[in-house]
């Protein structure tokens, strides 16, 4: 019996040598490096957002907080790694440095660092303490070094400039192999620049001297994944809501995107005819803030809200960074670790039992050698499905044992080769008559991979048709499975939670202030001019104001500097807080403004400055005052 297996292996194996050899397509460019694939491989990754703005309820801390504020009495980097990894997380991008200039590792370059905060008598290094906590629990290193600094006195001079490349070399020689280095596209502004308290206008594209970064980087650590708006590793997606669009081209036109690039909608779907392989990344906190604050312990993203999250970055070509504000023990808050674990269980559960396994489908057209259809179900990542050259459009039919449930299905092309499909339908069988899956987007763009949501369809055979592709198709890997009957809805803010006094709007129409007090995120308040007066109707002890921008994409009227005025005559209002808000054009969450109790009937809002210079019309998507 022995002997005849032997005999058999033999002769399958010279079957294959004899069979012609068959060339394999030709990339069709732009491709990604090794590097990259890599990278879009880790699908998931989390985001750490600590330092002083956790212990000063801050988002962008402007340099002038004492580091002495900075103590956290709990402080364990490896109950965030064990935490990421419960997860599923592959890596932590860590921020090193903020905009508030302040580092978190003992650095010799500044004063404005851990060294002299009470953390361990200023002996602590928290990004030294992350490195070793991932390197013992196996998964990625990363960090952010914000090139805005919102303390150093010398910003917008030659002289940042060089600071900010010997920080960058600090962190890329002490601390071991990264993944990814993260540059910020929030470049200058508003700042204390070393008691200056003024506002420094760079040139974002020249200032920095990427180039040079660049050759740094790709001496002292070449894995590492390069992120800016316009990479050149991986791009921003132009929000920070955590999802990539449906069409999400792998391509940017090169030259065109850099950091602090302006037009952020483009970022979301790529550049059809781009020339630079840039893959998109989805960053999104689990909380609306980046940072750490107390308030929004009863706002975590629910399991649901995180599972359509994933959909729409992952499963749109993308990856996804998700972020956890470290508290102010220094621990990843129990509510955010049960919602991420809870989340990543809820992926695996929905996605567990391929229906499509080890089925080999039948195909329109088929390269043959290597490329035969059963590589699109044999489970390997490097084994693909292609048809011949001139072909750019074919079918792949799955006929399954019996009929079954199935409303989700997984689409990977072989992207060392090029992302190659411009658009697809997927069609399930029934009573002999092909009919197409109900789908809420477009297929459009597979790239490294698609997840499709449909509604459930019982039947025994599954299509996917290719209808139009840049070259010819190469597909490693389909599956589908029946997820059960879900609840994934996508996240929103949630402004039915808003507190408020009755209020009208002076001089607005009731019609057009209903949109502002609806408690629905989709209806907008829109107003010209540069203030908002609220009439209580009588004197209240107020404390608080509440505004949720625009909501739209892109979100229109965003107010970017505000002040805030009561009293009991609308002629004669006094000042009571005056600000910003921080990040709102890339993230437009709801915006609370805190200030100490007063007596008022009216309170004023007024645009200081607006996100879009020139911009003279204001847009409330709620308002609450309390």
Not at 458 to 472: G, N, P, W, Y
Request: hydrophobic fraction near 40%; charged fraction near 25%.
């Amino acid at each position: 019996m022995k002997k005849r297996h032997l005999f058999l292996a033999a002769a399958t194996a010279l079957l294959a040598a004899c069979e012609p050899a068959v060339k394999a397509p030709e990339a069709v460019l732009p491709i990604p490096e090794p590097k990259q694939v890599e990278w879009q491989k880790m699908e998931t990754y989390a985001f750490v957002h600590f330092g002083l703005n956790t212990f000063n309820d801050r988002e962008w801390g402007y340099g002038d907080t004492d580091p002495a504020t900075f103590n956290p009495a709990k402080l364990d980097c490896e109950q965030w790694v064990q935490t990421f990894v419960a997860a599923g997380m592959k890596g932590v991008i860590f921020t090193a440095k903020h905009h508030d200039g302040f580092c978190l590792w003992p650095t010799q370059l500044t004063e404005y660092c851990i060294r002299n905060s009470p953390y361990k008598d200023g002996k602590g290094d928290v990004v030294g303490e992350l490195a070793a906590a991932c390197k013992k629990y196996g998964i990625k290193f990363a960090v952010y070094l914000s090139p805005w600094d919102r303390n150093h006195a010398e910003y917008a001079t030659p002289a940042y400039v060089d600071y900010f490349h010997a920080q960058l070399h600090e962190l890329m020689t002490n601390y071991g192999e990264v993944f990814e280095v993260w540059f910020d596209g929030a470049n200058g502004g508003d700042g204390w620049y070393g008691g200056a308290k003024d506002s420094r206008t760079i040139d974002r594209k020249h200032y920095y001297n990427y180039l040079k970064i660049y050759e740094m980087l790709d001496e002292l650590q070449p894995q590492a994944i390069i992120f800016s708006d316009g990479g050149p590793g991986c791009r921003w997606v132009g929000n920070e809501r955590g999802f990539a669009g449906a069409t999400n081209w792998s391509f940017l036109r090169a030259g065109e995107v850099f950091p602090g690039y302006s037009k952020h909608y483009i970022l979301q779907y790529g550049h059809a005819d781009g020339n630079q392989w840039v893959p998109a990344e989805c960053d999104v906190s689990i909380r609306p803030g980046w940072f750490y604050h107390p308030e929004q312990d009863g706002h975590v993203k629910t399991v649901e809200q995180l599972t359509d999250l994933y959909y729409r970055s992952v499963g749109h070509n993308a990856t996804l960074l998700l972020n956890f504000p470290v508290d102010r023990n220094g621990l990843v808050h129990p509510i955010d670790s049960a919602n991420a674990v809870n989340f990543r269980k809820n992926i695996d559960k929905q996605l567990a039992d391929n229906l499509l396994k080890k089925i080999v489908p039948t195909v329109s057209d088929e390269r043959g050698g290597r490329f035969r259809a059963k590589a699109i179900t044999d489970g390997k990542y490097d084994t693909y499905w292609a048809a011949h050259d001139s072909v750019l459009t074919a079918t792949i039919e799955f006929s399954l044992p019996q009929a079954t449930k199935v409303n989700r299905m997984m689409l990977q092309e072989y992207i060392p080769l090029g992302q190659r499909v411009k658009s697809f339908t997927v069609e399930y069988d029934k009573d002999g008559a092909w009919l197409p899956v109900k789908l809420n987007e477009e297929t459009t763009t597979i790239g490294y991979k698609r997840l499709l949501r449909f509604e459930t369809v019982e039947t025994a055979k599954l299509r996917v048709s290719i209808t139009d592709s840049r070259a010819c198709p190469t597909i490693n890997n389909i599956e589908a499975y029946y997820a059960g009957e879900t609840a994934d809805v996508a996240f929103s803010s949630r402004v039915e939670d808003l507190r408020s006094y009755p209020f009208t709007l002076m001089d607005v129409s009731e019609e057009e202030a209903l949109k502002a007090t609806d408690k629905d995120a989709a209806t907008t308040c829109f107003m010209d001019g540069d203030r908002v007066v609220f009439d209580l109707g009588g004197e209240k002890t107020i404390r608080a104001l509440h505004y949720l921008p625009d909501q739209g994409e892109p979100a229109q009227g965003l107010i970017s500097h505000y002040e805030i005025a009561v009293g009991t005559d609308p002629a004669a209002l006094t000042v009571v807080k005056e600000g910003e808000f921080s990040n709102i054009r890339n993230n437009p969450i709801l915006q609370s403004v805190y200030f100490s109790p007063v007596i008022a009937r009216y309170v004023s809002l007024r645009a200081v400055r607006m996100v879009e210079e020139g911009d003279k019309r204001m847009g409330f998507a709620a308002l609450a005052v309390e």
